[in-house]
């Protein structure tokens, strides 16, 4: 009787948290090649915000896929908020369609050029911060001003703030895959400290 029991409390599952990542943000950049009139397509476009005192780009703001963009004079753009290349592209040609509307026609097909990839997800395990600041070099931690500890992870080239929960997010990479090596390599210097 006493085995059978034993062996029902041993058959529980241990809860295991999967370790996962995800793109949240892609930030790009691109060149129309065009002189941009910024105050002509403020005053025609109500998706936009122009101050040029405080600030010499244009902000669009596009509804789908959901966006944000700047636009300079020089015809020089940075995109941001978009989760994947195919909503970046999507988001440069609605911004060519809405210059369309105060007669800009840009013929060129624009070179995008990611500047930075922001992922968030989780390593699957708890994490004591104090340890890690100790032991892993390249960190910041100041737990009265922030949660989170910051990590840079030069050889990955990203840069990683850790949660005591397991949370994690990366920033700094330029592709997808880079995001997930650099997890990998966070993962494997994670367990380098805990053993």
Sequence with gaps: MKKEIKETKSAKPAKKVKRDIKVVNIVVSTSLNHEIPLEKMAATLSNTEYNPEQFPGLVIRIKE????????????????????????????????????KINIKITIEPEVKIQNIVASGSVGMDLNLNVLAMKLENTEYEPEQFPGLVYKLEEAKATFLLFSNGKI?????????????????????LKKVKA
């Design 65 to 100: 896929p959901k966006t944000s963009a700047l636009v300079f004079s020089s015809g020089k753009v940075v995109c941001t908020g978009a989760r994947t290349m195919e909503n970046v592209h999507l988001s440069i040609k609605k911004i060519i369609k809405s210059l369309e």
């Design 169 to 189: 997010v990366c920033t700094g990479t330029k592709s997808e895959e880079a995001v997930h090596s650099a997890l990998e390599k966070l993962i494997v210097n």
